[in-house]
């Protein structure tokens, strides 16, 4: 899935409920730019993991 990178923060929050309690994540974290293209284009940067006991793996937006 990609779009133009000035679609970035267009797209709604996603909202990850750990342990009762609600993260916020705003599309400017989760739709990134992709850099070996020069086009101007931006991929959702969420995928599905194959790995089955890894269910998540929750990286920078979570750090911060």
């Not at 267009?10 to 705003?26: E, N, V």
């Not at 739709?31 to 995928?47: P, Q, S, T, Y």
Request: aromatic residues 14%.
């Amino acid at each position: 899935l990609t779009t133009s990178c000035s679609n970035r923060g267009k797209f709604p929050k996603m909202i990850f409920t750990i342990g009762g309690r609600d993260f916020a994540l705003s599309s400017n974290y989760y739709v990134v730019k992709i850099f070996d293209l020069d086009d101007g284009r931006c991929a959702f940067a969420i995928e599905a993991s194959i790995e089955t006991d890894i269910p998540w793996a929750l990286g920078t937006p979570f750090l911060r």
